[in-house]
């Protein structure tokens, strides 16, 4: 009797504890959701013969040096369902965003589970895309009929290896171009938050980029496609070990806009906004527009107008040598007004002030020692999302005729679109 009290108490005790054991844990389901622009789904169910107490989702995104983790809530058991809701809204991310995702799973027995990584993608799918691709470039349309999406291709092709070519940047990272062809479908896409103004945004760090181009707007669209590979040629300029560096706002959509007309006719004329601030001695402050740029829709429109003048007046007067430089210095990261003294001798008050000189404007009243602080630019943070920097696109001119203004869009810092009220003068100009 003893003997078997003995072997029913081991017995017991064998039950009780759980034995760690390959292939313990068993993954029953695990599934990805694309749900576009509201959530990303990721569902497990697994099982195994100990309590599984602890659930982990890996998420990579390509293109982002960071892994991110996710504990999502559910009750410890031996069979566990769990799903983690990715809302797009709180961390957004565009179509046309890929990565791998990866769950860890481990039981109260010490048995853990790692499944295989897995492929997730973004997508807009609630519409029928057309697209057209040479492998590192796609562009998507669904308004329009083929040659729409053909001219645009075709001209972002052209940009494309334009601003490689002349930047000595070669872009690595598959570029896609998602066309949306009215106000409200571009919207939705862009996630809350976005400015009524704007007309395009570039995700450099995702080499994506979002345009909203009506059919009657094909001109402007390849304009507003050229700026917009700019960004993403820029940012792939300066972007450093650790990712993304910031840059002077003022430079990068000045230079996006000097991109714009390529092959660029450094054009000497100025934008209306531009030539009223200096009749009226209204000048932005250099400094006031290396951050991000002003809410006004017309202040911002000045900045648009500037940023392009004096990176016209770096070309013109210092050279492409100068510009590079300063682009290289970008890379490594710093201080604006460090780097400007390094390269042309002077910071950033400096070097608007031969700007003002060379344009005919006042000389400035006062330093403007206004703090910019450099906008990080996120990595997958942004998600969360430093990246996004809207800027306004400038509004309708009352006084120049500006005719249909498409134009009127805006471009976000690293991520921009553009706002070429500006730029739509001088095509009309030159036209
Ligand atoms: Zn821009």
């Not at 697994?46 to 040096?65: C, E, W």
């Not at 979002?210 to 001109?219: D, G, R, S």
């Not at 402007?220 to 590979?229: F, I, N, Q, R, S």
């Not at 006004?296 to 500037?306: C, D, G, P, T, V």
């Amino acid at each position: 009797m003893k003997k078997l009290f003995c072997l029913v108490v081991l017995f017991l005790i064998a039950s009780a504890a759980p034995v760690r054991a390959e292939g313990a844990i068993q993954i029953t389901a695990n599934k990805f959701t694309n749900q576009f622009p509201t959530r990303l789904l990721f569902e497990l169910v697994a099982k195994s013969n100990a309590i599984i107490s602890k659930i982990a989702l890996t998420t990579q995104v390509d293109g982002q040096t960071a892994n991110a983790r996710f504990d999502p809530p559910f009750n410890p058991d031996a069979q566990v369902t769990v799903s983690y809701e990715w809302f797009i809204s709180r961390n957004y991310v565009p179509p046309g965003v890929t990565g791998q995702y990866w769950w860890t799973i481990q039981d109260d027995a010490g048995n853990l589970a790692v499944t295989p990584k897995q492929n997730f993608r973004v997508e807009d799918a609630a519409i029928d895309w057309k697209k057209l691709s040479n492998g590192k470039l796609t562009l998507a349309w669904y308004n329009g009929a083929d040659n729409f999406g053909k001219a645009l291709f075709d001209r972002s092709v052209q940009a494309m290896n334009y601003l490689q070519q002349d930047t000595g940047v070669t872009v690595d990272q598959p570029v896609q171009i998602w066309i949306y062809g009215n106000r409200t479908d571009f919207f939705r896409a862009l996630g809350p938050g976005a400015r009524e103004w704007t007309g395009g945004r570039a995700h450099p760090e995702y080499g994506i980029i979002l345009i909203n181009i009506e059919t009657t707007a094909l001109e402007w669209g390849k304009v507003a496609t050229a700026h917009e590979l700019a960004h993403i040629i820029i940012r792939e300029k300066i972007r450093g070990p650790l990712g993304a560096l910031s840059m002077p706002q003022w430079m990068d959509e000045g230079l996006a806009v000097y991109y714009e007309t390529f092959p660029n006719k450094l054009d000497n004329q100025f934008s209306a906004p531009l030539k009223r601030a200096l009749d009226s001695d209204k000048l932005l402050s250099l400094r006031s527009i290396s951050g991000n740029f002003p809410f006004s829709a017309a202040e911002a429109n000045l900045a648009y107008a500037e940023g392009f003048s004096v990176v016209d007046f770096i070309y013109r007067i210092y050279g492409r040598d100068k510009m590079t430089r300063v682009l290289q210095l970008l890379q490594i990261g710093g201080d604006y007004d460090d780097i400007f003294r390094a390269v042309f001798g002077f910071d950033t008050d400096g070097l608007e002030n031969v700007w003002r000189v060379d344009i005919g404007a006042k000389p400035r009243a006062l330093a403007t020692r206004v703090g910019i602080i450099p906008a990080p630019i996120p990595t997958f943070g942004l998600s969360t999302d430093p990246t996004i920097l809207q800027t306004p696109a400038p509004p309708a001119p009352t006084a120049a005729p500006i005719a249909p203004n498409p134009v009127t869009t805006t471009c976000g810092s690293g991520l921009g679109i553009l706002s070429l009220g500006i730029l739509g003068m001088l095509l009309l100009r030159r036209n």
